[in-house]
């Protein structure tokens, strides 16, 4: 009988200390991605092998390592960029001169663009970068676990280990890049193209070192369906060019850059800005008509000029 009601007890007791974990969450943010150091250690391992083998032989355990270094047994809100530092000296490795890739507000497109870094290099394409993509993470103070219930946001507070990883990412990256730089930037975005504050204005601009840097184009794309919120020279873009112009690079600014708007209309095949032109068709040098090819007359002359190209 005793031993009965001491384990209603003690079950009770595990009830509520379970429930009162559920309940009590210390923080507003999601918890540490599960399975965290495995995917940490298979990401590392997948750049080094197979994503981007020029960047020779790492440790990716070390790397795990000092990855959990910066942030366990600490305060989730006392974590500093530079708690990374050996993590990113672990995993540096060259940007290809030309290869930089720096955006705000169109996170998943850029992903498509930069392919992995066959076409550009962006941050998430980096070692380093990739490693902690869309990964989320904290630790507590006084224990060497991860707290997997949830994490500081940074409404919660500014120095958590999520927020200041990705600020040493990027101080890295911009260190690092060199040649012509492009900047994608979504003239879409309701917040501004260029925000400030932003990632790309307090971090990377700040960290671009002039004398390796050729030139800096920016690229402003519209959502396909979207509206033309902004656009080279005006705006928050136009703030941008002055900034970067005052620090003595040499600017371009191109609206609605055409490689990226045939990645966004590959969703929108018959929105009219994804039509081709007809010029495009224009093999023999012939003008043809301008507009969609709708009607079956336009597809005709198409085919015709180019079975004519191909008799010559
Ligand atoms: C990699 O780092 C781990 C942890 O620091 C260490 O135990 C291991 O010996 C290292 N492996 C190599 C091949 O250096
Ligand atoms: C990282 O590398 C830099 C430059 O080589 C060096 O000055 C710094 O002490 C290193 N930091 C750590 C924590 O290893
Ligand atoms: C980078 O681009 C510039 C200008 O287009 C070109 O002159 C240079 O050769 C390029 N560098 C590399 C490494 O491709
Ligand atoms: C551009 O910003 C808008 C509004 O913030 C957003 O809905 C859209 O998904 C963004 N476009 C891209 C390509 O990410």
């Known amino acids: 009988m005793k031993s009965l009601f001491l384990s209603l007890v003690v079950v009770s007791v595990l009830f509520m200390n379970s429930f009162s974990d559920v309940q009590g969450k210390k923080w507003k943010g999601e918890g540490t991605t599960k399975n965290l150091e495995s995917i940490v250690i298979g990401r590392c391992y997948n750049y080094i092998r197979i994503v981007n083998p020029a960047v020779g032989e790492k440790n990716c355990s070390e790397i795990w390592e000092a990855f959990k270094n910066a942030f366990i047994n600490k305060d989730p809100c006392s974590i500093l960029p530079k708690d990374y530092e050996l ?15 720096f955006w705000e507000n169109n996170q998943l497109l850029v992903k498509s663009f930069a392919d992995r870094g066959r076409r550009y290099m962006s941050l998430s394409d980096t070692l380093f970068g990739f490693f ?21 946001t940074m409404e919660e507070c500014e120095n958590n280990a999520v927020d200041s990883f990705w600020r040493m990412a990027s101080i890295t990256y911009a260190q690092h ?9 979504n003239g879409s975005a309701v917040g501004g193209a260029y925000p400030a504050p932003g990632f790309f204005a307090d971090y990377e601009i700040p960290n671009l ?4 840097i050729s030139k800096i184009v920016i690229w402003v794309v519209d959502d396909i369906e979207g509206p033309d919120i902004e656009s080279c020279g005006t705006h928050t873009v136009k703030i941008l060019e002055n900034r970067l112009k005052t ?66």
């Not at 990113?88 to 930089?100: D, E, G, Q, W, Y």
């Open 247 to 312: 620090l003595g690079y040499d600017v371009t600014c191109t609206d609605n850059y055409k490689s990226v708007m045939f990645l966004l209309c590959l969703d929108y095949p018959d929105d009219s800005k994804c039509t081709l032109s007809s010029s495009v068709f224009s093999v023999d040098g012939s003008p043809l008509p301008d507009g969609p090819l709708t009607d079956m007359g336009t597809v005709w002359s198409v085919v015709v000029s180019l079975l004519r190209a191909c008799i010559c």
């Open 87 to 101: 993590v990113i000296n672990l995993s540096l490795h060259t940007i290809p001169p030309n290869k930089s890739l």
């Open 209 to 212: 070192q002039k004398d390796k």
């Open 177 to 185: 890049s060199s040649g012509v730089i492009h900047v994608l930037l």
């Open 132 to 152: 902690g993509d869309f990964l989320n993470w904290c630790g507590q103070a006084n224990s060497a676990g991860l707290d997997y219930e949830s994490c500081p």
